[in-house]
């Protein structure tokens, strides 16, 4: 009989476990304005391990892959990615053991450069003034040159991005606001956000509004945003499914990117900032028509990866 000590396990979380199940955050100052009857709330998204709302996104393609078999061992995760979800297929790939290889623009901010190396990811760095576009069309160059080196993860046209939404964004709203949420309003990059999380919760009620956020013009600073007109439509984005389509400025963006700091104390990235700013725009066209609202949107991360483009000094 062997005496060998063995302890118990105590309950750990692992790192997939520790996505998702964000808190549901309130304002004090910038909504004072409103009435009782109409409230925002945003989830604060930059809670998850990698600091942003595509940690839920890459789990999730992952997850796919390799139930589906696209992603086997020895196989390295290729993506385009301006920043969040590269950092996450990074985070992830480091955790799962798969070798990562990111394609972005050599303009991304010197702190995402930095996270990606930190997490061992191989970045591969395309022309800026092509955008992410010109990511897309380099990755797309590679992964159909060695389709059995390279699983595409293809965030843009990947159905997995937007079932992570239906999956668990949307179930989290509908209970963190016990059903009453009237709009449901989110920037859109791949527009899996939009998409998944909208459906979930146009199938808990049809009457919920889904109000979609774009930059107002093609030159713009917002982060993370794609402005469609001109942009590689990704294909899981739906035009006809947001029931409206705000156009949000980058100047209103940057002044409420300071007013959530200063006023608030929420260090958040751009595009909390501009989701607040259409967030606003809907709770005050509800405000003077005198009917009540529940507002909800998302926060996808906080500043911290954008603090080098100094837009906290005036
Ligand atoms: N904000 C930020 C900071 C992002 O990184 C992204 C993803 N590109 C988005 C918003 C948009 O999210 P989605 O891709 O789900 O539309």
Same mark, same amino acid.
């Given at each position: 009989m062997s005496l060998v !000590?063995? =302890?118990?396990?105590? +309950? #750990? #979380?692992?790192?997939?476990? &520790? $996505?998702?199940?964000?808190?549901?955050i309130s304002f004090r100052r910038v909504t004072a304005h409103l009435p009782d009857n109409v409230q925002i709330y945003a989830k604060a998204e930059w809670m998850n391990p990698g600091g942003s709302v595509?940690? %839920?996104? @890459? @789990?999730? $393609? $992952? %997850?796919? #892959?390799e139930i589906d078999g %696209?992603? +086997?061992p020895g196989m390295t995760i290729l993506d385009s990615t301006s920043g969040n979800t590269g950092i996450a297929y990074a985070m992830l790939g480091a955790a799962k053991g798969y070798p990562v290889k990111l394609f972005l623009p050599a303009n991304a901010s010197p702190e995402r450069i930095t996270i990606l190396k930190a997490y061992g990811a191989q970045l591969e760095l395309t022309d800026p003034l092509e955008g992410s576009d010109g990511a897309i069309r380099a990755v797309r160059a590679l992964a159909a040159a060695d389709p059995d080196a390279y699983f595409y993860a293809d965030q843009y046209n990947n159905?997995?991005?937007? +079932?992570?939404?239906y999956q668990t964004t949307g179930v989290e709203i509908w209970e963190q606001t016990d059903g009453a949420l009237t709009h449901f309003i989110a920037g859109l990059g791949t527009s899996g956000t939009l998409m998944g999380t909208g459906r979930r919760l146009k199938d808990y009620n049809p009457d919920v509004q889904?109000? @979609?956020? +774009? =930059?107002?013009?093609?030159f713009h600073g917002l982060e993370g945003w794609k402005y469609m007109p001109t942009a590689i439509k990704p294909g899981i984005y739906d035009e006809f499914f947001p029931d409206r389509q705000v156009g949000i400025s980058t100047e209103a963006t940057h002044v409420m &990117?300071? %007013?959530?700091?200063?006023?608030? /104390? !929420? &260090?958040? /990235?751009?595009?909390a900032a501009a989701a607040l700013v259409?967030?606003?725009?809907i709770a005050d066209e509800l405000a003077a028509a005198g009917e009540p609202g529940v507002i909800v949107t998302l926060f996808p991360d906080n500043a911290y990866k954008y603090l080098s483009d100094k837009l906290w000094v005036e």
């Open positions: !000590y063995t =302890p118990a396990r105590p +309950q #750990a #979380a692992n790192l997939e476990s &520790l $996505i998702g199940n964000t808190p549901l595509k940690d %839920r996104a @890459a @789990a999730n $393609i $992952i %997850r796919q #892959a %696209r992603l +086997q159905p997995a991005n937007w +079932q992570a939404h889904v109000v @979609a956020l +774009q =930059p107002d013009s093609a &990117l300071r %007013r959530m700091a200063r006023e608030e /104390g !929420y &260090l958040v /990235g751009t595009s259409g967030s606003l725009q």
